[in-house]
């Protein structure tokens, strides 16, 4: 198991202390750093880039997590932020940003060590380079093998959703088009799921961050309605009713 960098970021004192305590006790964690606000969190990186994730507080003052994510993102570093906070409004904001977890206060031992195993998991993924099937990790981009060509695509930033068929077809469905694999949905989700994507029933596979809208339903489900492909209603089953929610604080 490749070890995890990890950095804090919580302008209260006490919260530092119990996260930190926290992650310390996940077998294969190192925690490089802490600091009090975005500026630190920025200055930081630019001396030490080589963090893993970052577990970032939304509401610390000179600057708050969402502007310090943004200027991670301009920065162009690999790390994975997991925003905390007391409240849930800044959910959407934080997909937007390609949040790798949102967390809400008080911190939970159960869901941090939930985001550090998914985190664990994709880089196990990444050091073997693939998984059975056609479509292999590296970086920030994967490799989609179609019958003629290989794409290399940003998943966080191409890939709106992935589904089945009841032929052993994969679907791929990215900004620039439809994209056929042979791969198994099952394996999609175990390279997807650390990257932002969530799988809302047996034969779809979602990027959160391009969810339009989420329409309740009569028999108590969830129909979404995806960024470019608006007009496939993308069903949310009961079995993933509730850790959907979850995920979204909602």
Do not use: W
Not at 53 to 60: K, S, V
Not at 113 to 138: C, F, H, K, N, W
Not at 174 to 195: A, C, F, N, Q, Y
């Amino acid at each position: 198991m490749e070890e995890i960098r990890i950095l804090v970021a919580d302008d209260e004192l006490p919260a530092r202390g119990e996260l930190k305590y926290e992650l310390s006790a996940i077998p294969g964690v190192k925690i490089v750093g802490e600091c009090g606000n975005g500026r630190e969190v920025l200055a930081f990186l630019k001396a030490h880039p080589h963090v893993d994730m970052l577990f970032l507080d939304i509401e610390m003052p000179i600057m708050n997590g969402l502007e310090c994510a943004k200027e991670i993102q301009k920065m162009g570093l690999p790390v994975k932020i997991v925003f905390a906070t007391g409240y849930s409004q800044f959910a959407l904001q934080a997909f937007e940003l390609e949040a790798f977890d949102y967390i809400l206060k008080p911190y939970n031992e159960a869901r941090m060590r939930r985001a550090v195993e998914r985190l664990q998991a994709s880089m196990d993924i990444r050091q073997t380079a693939s998984v059975p099937g056609e479509v292999t990790y590296d970086d920030q981009k994967i490799s989609i093998q179609t019958k003629d060509k290989t794409l290399r695509i940003n998943p966080a930033k191409e890939i709106v959703l992935v589904s089945t068929e009841k032929t052993d077809r994969t679907l791929f469905y990215t900004v620039g088009g439809i994209v056929e694999s042979r791969m198994l949905l099952r394996d999609v989700e175990k390279l997807l799921t650390p990257l932002g994507f969530f799988r809302t029933h047996k034969g779809y596979i979602v990027n959160l961050a391009m969810i339009h809208e989420i329409q309740p339903q009569d028999n108590g489900t969830l129909l979404l309605t995806m960024t470019r492909y608006d007009k496939q209603k993308i069903p949310v089953s009961r079995h993933y009713i509730k850790p959907f929610k979850e995920v979204l604080h909602i």
